[in-house]
């Protein structure tokens, strides 16, 4: 199977700090890195995305860089804000998705 | 634009029991994808459709697991007989064919929570 990690499992940061999360993968196959936000009974959301034609993508006060050769892909938020709280989940594939275990961002005020 | 629409939102069985989830994807959306989602984990494929074909079942329990497209848009899951491990979040996502999007960005319904006691 797949050996993949993402770190850190929780992370929490003050309101207007930065926070970053990063996943590896072993899928030399994979040609495709989104990260999704999920809320607290909601379905996975797509925030940004890339593709491994491109190092790095900003939308925002989101941005995602990847390292093919390493192997692996980092989300960035800045200027972190309450309604950032949520679950994280990296993933990556060439069609079908395989999911990191997911990081709960926490936003302290 | 409506989103991807699942039912029922929950539902709660005795082990053994059968149980069927519905998706209707996005208007347009050729592939349809089936996850499956533990407390605590990512979401994890099960059955990936593009229209009313099977692309990827590779990780489907067919023992015990079933789902169809039969006209290329809804999609049914069922379960059958559910075991106390089948408690989960079972999650569909539809997206446009990935040829013609260069990549599958995936649009995930709300999800359907099973219980097995």
């Known amino acids: 199977g797949e050996n993949v990690e993402q770190h850190p499992s929780t992370l929490s940061v003050q309101e207007g700090d930065s926070a970053v999360i990063k996943c590896t993968y072993s899928?030399?196959?994979?040609?495709?890195f989104p990260w999704y936000k999920q809320e607290l009974g909601k379905g996975p959301q797509l925030i940004i995305d890339i593709r491994s034609n491109v190092g790095e993508k900003k939308d925002q006060r989101i941005a995602v860089t990847l390292n093919k050769t390493a192997k692996h892909f980092s989300l960035h938020i800045t200027e972190t804000q309450p309604e950032d709280s949520a679950v994280y989940f990296c993933a990556w594939g060439a069609d079908g998705l395989t999911f990191g275990k997911g990081t709960h961002l926490i936003i302290q005020p | 634009e409506a989103g991807v629409a699942q039912s029922p939102r929950y539902k709660i069985i005795e082990k053994r029991q059968s149980v069927a989830f519905w998706c209707n994807p996005i208007s347009g959306h050729a592939t349809l994808y089936w996850y499956q989602q533990i407390l605590g984990q990512g979401p994890k494929l099960l059955i990936q459709f593009q229209n009313n074909g099977v692309v990827d079942d590779s990780q489907l329990p067919k023992d015990r697991f079933s789902a169809e497209r039969l006209k290329g848009v809804d999609s049914t899951l069922k379960i059958q007989p559910a075991k106390l491990e089948d408690s989960a979040v079972y999650l569909c996502a539809s997206s446009l064919s990935p040829g013609l999007a260069g990549y599958n960005e995936q649009f995930f319904g709300p999800g359907t929570r099973l219980t097995v006691l």
């Open positions: 899928d030399s196959a994979s040609n495709y």
